[in-house]
Each structure stands twice: as structure tokens, then as C-alpha cells.
Nanobody
Framework: QVQLVESGGGLVQAGGSLRLSCAAS????????MGWFRQAPGKGREFVAA????????YYADSVKGRFTISRDNAKNTMYLQMNSLKPEDTAVYYC??????????????????WGQGTQVTVSS
């Protein structure tokens, strides 16, 4: 089991940037594939981006491709999501997730195990 804490959310104008962090504790962080998901008001949780345990493979939802960058620092047990050119439709609570299986499993199943409290991102127009 790995415990996850998201941070870095806030209020930003359209076109602005934010960097989210996901701090992990518990089991070995570097053995988990990691992902970011988000949930907008009145909608289900959706996949945003995922990164392999080594950081060598990444996937993005089409809606964020070219604007968001996922990365990780295994020495710091932390994953990041750099969000640029933010749009009002990016407004959501953002969650990180850790999956010991495969990246495909993480994306297909919409996450694995427990979730953190999330961090709110609000983009004003």
C-alpha cells in the first residue's frame, strides 16, 4: 500500500500555469506506475496522464496532450503534473494514483486501490 498526498492546486486565469505534486509514502514508490486523474463537478473521474515506474513511458488524454507534462522523481518519492495553457474546462479536483500492475491496467481501470484527498484546480475565463 502506498499513501498519496496531492498539492499545488489553486485558482488561475485561462492561459496560466500550475504545477501539481503527488507525494508518496509507504511502499517503494519506484515500483509503481503512476497516474493523474480528475473529476469535474457533476462528472465522473477521468484519466489525465500516466507515467511508468522508470519515467520512460508516458501517456496523455487527448484533451491535455501538448499542454500538460507528467514527470516523477523517484529519489524524492514525488510525481508532478506541469499544466500550461490552462482552460476553464480543466477545472476539476485532481487526484494521483499508484498502480503496481501495468500502465495499461492503470488507464483502463481508471486507477487502482485507494485515493488521496485530491487538489482543486479552478481556471477562470
Amino acid at each position: 500500500q502506498v499513501q498519496l498526498v496531492e498539492s499545488g492546486g489553486g485558482l488561475v486565469q485561462a492561459g496560466g500555469s500550475l504545477r501539481l505534486s503527488c507525494a508518496a509514502s509507504g511502499r517503494t514508490f519506484s515500483s509503481f506506475h503512476m497516474g493523474w486523474f480528475r473529476q469535474a463537478p457533476g462528472k465522473g473521474r477521468e484519466f489525465v496522464a500516466a507515467i511508468s515506474w522508470s519515467g520512460g513511458t508516458t501517456y496523455y488524454a487527448d484533451s491535455v496532450k501538448g499542454r500538460f507534462t507528467i514527470s516523477r522523481d523517484n529519489a524524492k518519492n514525488t510525481m508532478y503534473l506541469q499544466m500550461n495553457s490552462l482552460k476553464p474546462e480543466d477545472t476539476a479536483v485532481y487526484y494521483c494514483n499508484a498502480d503496481p500492475r501495468t500502465l495499461v491496467d492503470l488507464i483502463r481501470d481508471g486507477g487502482f486501490g485507494s485515493w488521496g484527498q485530491g487538489t482543486q484546480v479552478t481556471v477562470s475565463s
